[in-house]
């Protein structure tokens, strides 16, 4: 069951090509605790080029390639279309009608751009943060960060009430708080790599999708009338982008 669930997990969160088919999916729909444990295998692979003798904005721009090679745009388009959906003006029937619009407008593009530079200069820190093949901070925050933002990405799940039907009436509907207990145990084992950061970096990294995602659900909640596919994707991008940050901004002062 876990290893379908995981199966599953990397052939809906990553572009690995893990095969899988609709037992696969089920099986991970209904584990939240697979979104903490892709987020390990995402963070180990996008933090590769940061143990290399490169110079770091090299180094910064290859974990960023790595990155989306390894996970693919479908977050960050749901990221696209919940700025759209932020800034039109209207109900909620009206929102709903925007986030569906594959096309993408001033609001995606805003929320898009802005996200992907704040990560990139994010990634520059993360390059910066201790030296060569090692386990240096700057890999454990790219980990935590990940493993973070996929947290989040539970969190939603398991907290949020289904928008529409659709993919995130899929994940929503199928789980509950209880699922929570599960996620953060999943968390742990990052925990321990604290001492490697020099402090409580890896746990405000972790915090921080978690936290993305009850800003989400609350904004969901008050314009959506719940969780969509795409909320639980921004969230993705958001915490992560947050993340890498808030633990750098951490590491460099304690």
């Known amino acids: 069951m876990v290893l379908s669930a995981i199966r599953g997990g990397l052939g809906f969160l990553t572009r690995l090509p893990v095969g899988g088919g609709e037992s696969e999916w089920d099986a991970f729909r209904r584990a939240p605790v697979t979104f903490p444990l892709?987020?390990?295998?995402v963070g180990g692979l996008a933090a590769l080029p940061l143990l290399l003798p490169l110079p770091v904005s090299t180094a910064a721009a290859l974990y960023?390639?790595?990155?989306?090679?390894?996970?693919?745009?479908?977050?960050?388009?749901?990221?696209?279309?919940?700025?759209?959906?932020?800034?039109?003006?209207?109900?909620?029937d009206r929102r709903l009608?925007?986030?569906?619009?594959?096309q993408t407008g001033v609001g995606g593009l805003l929320a898009l751009s802005l996200t992907l530079v704040v990560l990139g200069l994010g990634a520059f820190g993360l390059a910066g943060a201790g030296g060569r093949l090692a386990l240096t901070a700057g890999v454990v925050i790219a980990i935590a960060a990940e493993v973070g933002a996929k947290a989040g990405m539970a969190t939603l799940v398991?907290?949020?009430?289904?928008?529409?039907d659709g993919l995130g009436a899929a994940l929503v509907g199928e789980n509950d708080p209880s699922g929570l207990l599960a996620v953060a145990v999943a968390c742990l084992p990052v925990v321990a790599l604290a001492p490697l950061t020099g402090g409580?970096?890896?746990?405000?990294t972790l915090a921080c999708g978690p936290v993305v995602a009850l800003l989400v659900?609350?904004?969901?909640?008050?314009?959506?009338?719940?969780?969509?596919?795409?909320?639980?994707?921004?969230?993705?991008?958001?915490?992560?982008?947050?993340?890498?940050?808030?633990?750098?901004?951490?590491?460099?002062?304690?």
């Open 38 to 41: 892709i987020g390990y295998v």
């Open 64 to 92: 960023l390639v790595t990155l989306y090679l390894v996970t693919g745009v479908t977050h960050a388009d749901g990221l696209a279309d919940l700025g759209d959906a932020a800034v039109v003006h209207g109900d909620t």
């Open 97 to 102: 009608s925007v986030l569906k619009d594959s």
């Open 158 to 164: 398991c907290l949020g009430t289904p928008a529409h």
């Open 200 to 204: 409580p970096a890896v746990v405000a």
């Open 217 to 254: 659900r609350s904004w969901g909640r008050t314009h959506l009338g719940g969780v969509s596919g795409d909320l639980i994707g921004a969230t993705n991008e958001l915490a992560r982008a947050t993340a890498i940050h808030v633990g750098v901004v951490t590491w460099t002062l304690w």
